[in-house]
C-alpha cells in the first residue's frame, strides 16, 4: 500500500482560533472535555497494558510505541461530536478507546506489514464503527467495511478530517 501525499493546507486554511484547531474542531473537542495540556498517562498506560496484554486464538499480538501512548494521554476517553455541515462530507463522530481495536491484532499488524510500520488501535468512528488507528510515525489510519483510509500524517489533520468533513484518501496497493 502506498501513502498518499497530504494537502497541508487543508488543515491550516480555516485556522483562526487561537488554539492549534480550526474553530470548528476546537469547539467540537472543548465540547467533549479536552483542553490544551490534557494529559491522562495513568489511562494511557492502562490501555498500553491491556493492548500488550492481549494475544489472539491465532497468537496475534498489538504493537504499542509512543505515539499511540501519546495521542491516547491527549485524547483518551473522549467522545467527539462534530456540529454543522461538513466540508466535502458529513464529520463524524468519534470516541477514542483504543479498546475498540482489541480483537483487530491482526488486521492492524496486516496494514502494518502493507505500510511497513507497527499499526495500533486509536478509536472508533462511532457512527459507521470505523477503526481509527495510527502508526509509529503518528499518521493516523480509518478501517471500514469498504476500505483502508489516511487521514493525515499527524492526529491534528486527522481530526480535522474527521471532524470538518474532509474526504480521506484510500489506501491503495501499489
Aim: glycine share 10%; aromatic share 6%.
Amino acid at each position: 500500500m502506498t501513502r498518499p501525499s497530504t494537502n497541508e493546507g487543508q488543515m491550516h486554511a480555516d485556522r483562526s482560533s487561537s488554539t492549534r484547531f480550526s474553530v470548528p474542531v476546537d469547539a467540537a473537542l472543548r465540547s467533549a472535555g479536552w483542553q490544551p495540556g490534557r494529559w491522562d498517562i495513568k489511562q494511557a498506560e492502562y490501555w498500553a497494558d491491556a493492548l500488550r496484554g492481549h494475544e489472539s486464538t491465532a497468537g496475534h499480538r498489538h504493537a504499542v510505541f509512543p505515539a499511540a501512548v501519546e495521542a491516547w494521554a491527549e485524547f483518551g476517553g473522549l467522545r467527539v461530536k462534530p456540529s454543522g455541515p461538513g466540508r466535502q462530507l458529513a464529520p463524524t463522530a468519534l470516541h477514542f478507546d483504543p479498546l475498540h481495536g482489541l480483537h483487530m491484532a491482526r488486521t492492524l499488524g496486516d496494514l502494518g506489514r502493507a505500510l511497513d510500520t507497527e499499526v495500533c488501535p486509536l478509536g472508533e468512528e462511532s457512527d459507521s464503527r470505523a477503526l481509527l488507528a495510527i502508526d509509529s510515525e503518528g499518521r493516523v489510519y480509518a478501517l471500514d467495511h469498504t476500505g483502508d483510509w489516511y487521514l493525515g500524517p499527524e492526529i491534528d489533520t486527522a481530526l480535522n478530517t474527521l471532524l470538518a468533513g474532509i474526504a480521506p484518501v484510500r489506501l491503495t496497493a501499489g
